[in-house]
């Protein structure tokens, strides 16, 4: 959602500070990887120190398109680099936070980490399977950027249980939606 209604507005104002970046788009997709695979191993003992992390390689994640379209370095592996490693962040996250909610003793928390881990595999795979069908699916209510916001805002705020039903249901409900937007564009 996110994604398709501001797209790609900050890469303009952003040229500037963008040109001075010296790394390659790949380097950052690794770099913001890593940076979120520690955050993962942080989250279990400090959630604030976590989400902090998060947010910076949320940063990265951001970045690396920037710079592959200022200088012009996008590429397909580029994209698939970025989403397999998305893949693995998101699974890192999601695992990382059912691990600190169980230890809480909060088993419903451990339990809707895990639906909306399941939720946020089912809208790549939704949207993947569509492409490989030659159907754009780019719709729906909680990509990618909607979850790291959320993951960020409950992390920093402790409202943990509270976002990840929100995240629960809103994830499920773009497969959905993911769904009902092949079928319309198919059954003509």
């Avoid at 997709?29 to 998060?54: C, S």
């Avoid at 200022?70 to 592996?77: L, P, V």
């Avoid at 698939?80 to 809480?104: C, E, G, N, P």
Wanted: with cysteine; net charge positive; glycine share 10%.
């Amino acid at each position: 959602m996110l994604s398709a209604r501001l797209g790609h507005f900050l890469d303009e104002p952003l040229r500037p500070f963008i040109r001075l970046i010296p790394f390659s788009p790949n380097s950052l997709t690794v770099t913001g990887f890593v940076i979120t695979t520690i955050a993962a191993l942080v989250i279990p003992h400090n959630i604030r120190i976590g989400g902090t992390l998060i947010a910076l390689g949320g940063l990265f994640d951001m970045l690396d398109g920037m710079v592959a379209r200022t200088w012009g370095r996008t590429s397909r592996f580029g994209a698939f680099l970025d989403s397999v490693l998305d893949r693995y962040s998101d699974t890192f996250l999601f695992l990382s936070l059912a691990w600190y909610l169980a230890a809480q003793g909060s088993h419903t928390g451990s339990f809707l980490s895990i639906g909306t881990l399941v939720g946020a595999f089912l809208i790549s795979y939704a949207r993947a399977r569509a492409e490989g069908l030659g159907q754009d699916c780019h719709t729906g209510i909680m990509e990618r950027p909607e979850r790291i916001i959320l993951l960020i805002f409950a992390t920093l705020t402790g409202w943990i249980v509270p976002v990840l039903w929100i995240m629960l249901v809103l994830t499920h409900v773009t497969v959905i939606q993911r769904m009902y937007h092949v079928w319309k564009a198919m059954k003509n």
